[in-house]
Nanobody, 115 residues
Framework: VQLQASGGGLVQAGGSLRLSCVWS????????MGWYRQASGKQRELVAS???????TYADSVKGRFTISRDNDKNTVYLQMNSLKPEDTAVYYC??????????WGQGTLVTVSS
């Protein structure tokens, strides 16, 4: 199983980034997909998640600014991040949950928002 996350980088406050995470190397059927983040010195927190029925959940801090989506044919989850703030700076991790309830993490992609 491989989860390859990409799309992080340095952006000014108010800018946008789009993260992607691709699942490969396994035929496990996938269930929920999500994005978490971990800022320096803080615990990892849920940013957004999406079910197979496309029901979404967002952290209050990103509601109205971030959008999660998925492409089941490509086994890919996306996170569109708009109106970025310095407090969004963190390492972002994708998480995939299989139908058998096993969870897998991506390697993390760094997002840095400058003020």
């Amino acid at each position: 199983v491989q989860l390859q996350a990409s799309g992080g980088g340095l952006v000014q406050a108010g800018g946008s980034l789009r993260l992607s995470c691709v699942w490969s190397g396994s035929t496990f059927r996938l269930d929920n997909m999500g994005w978490y983040r971990q800022a320096s010195g803080k615990q990892r927190e849920l940013v957004a998640s999406i079910t197979t029925e496309l029901r979404t959940t967002y952290a209050d801090s990103v509601k109205g600014r971030f959008t999660i989506s998925r492409d089941n044919d490509k086994n890919t989850v996306y996170l569109q991040m708009n109106s970025l703030k310095p407090e969004d700076t963190a390492v972002y991790y994708c998480n995939f949950l299989t139908r058998s309830r096993q969870g897998y993490w991506g390697q993390g992609t760094l997002v840095t928002v400058s003020s």
